[in-house]
């Protein structure tokens, strides 16, 4: 196989609110390559949001969906790539992940609260929605920063501008 297999052209990670499904988006157009979303792979598969998988089948479940399209994804997708934001926390897609482009969109907690609304569908988030996410964001990032191979600073910037740089 070797050389014949399908590669992203660039798969990006980070926490949410980061921007990765709009950027991903904008950036699949300009380069004229298919844009996927492993979060949208994961509803497709499971028939539901994935609110309702975390809430009628727990996050175990729902992080066997998400290592299982992640891996499909990173064999077959040739576009631009948005994991879910905990996606990297399995070892086996950390390993799956070594020799692609990775693009880690860094976000500030202001700016992800902000793009995220508190009053969101994110079952992680639930509770004390800000606390959660910034638990969330300190535990993610030294991960997301090792498995990436180019770091972009969204803070103040728009999903365009951020497209831009990566493109």
Do not use: C, W
């Not at 988006?25 to 028939?47: K, Q, S, W």
């Not at 949001?49 to 089948?57: L, T």
């Amino acid at each position: 196989m070797g050389d014949q297999v399908t590669r992203p052209a660039l798969v990006l990670i980070g926490a949410p609110g980061s921007g990765k499904s709009t950027v991903g988006r904008l950036l699949a157009e300009r380069l004229g390559v298919p844009f996927r979303d492993t979060d949208e792979d994961v509803e497709a598969v499971a028939g539901k949001p994935v609110s309702d998988i975390f809430v009628e089948d727990g996050e175990e479940r729902f992080r066997e969906l998400e290592a299982e399209a992640v891996r499909r994804a990173l064999e077959e997708h040739p576009g631009v790539l948005a994991l879910g934001g905990g996606a990297v926390l399995n070892e086996d897609t950390q390993a799956r992940l070594a020799g692609h482009r990775v693009a880690y969109l860094e976000v500030g907690l202001s700016d992800a609260v902000q793009r995220v609304g508190l009053g969101s569908a994110r079952p992680l988030l639930v509770l004390n929605p800000r606390s959660q996410l910034k638990r969330l964001m300190d535990a993610r990032r030294p991960i997301y920063e090792r498995l990436a191979t180019i770091t972009v600073k969204t803070d103040g910037l728009t999903p365009e501008a951020v497209a831009d740089a990566l493109a």
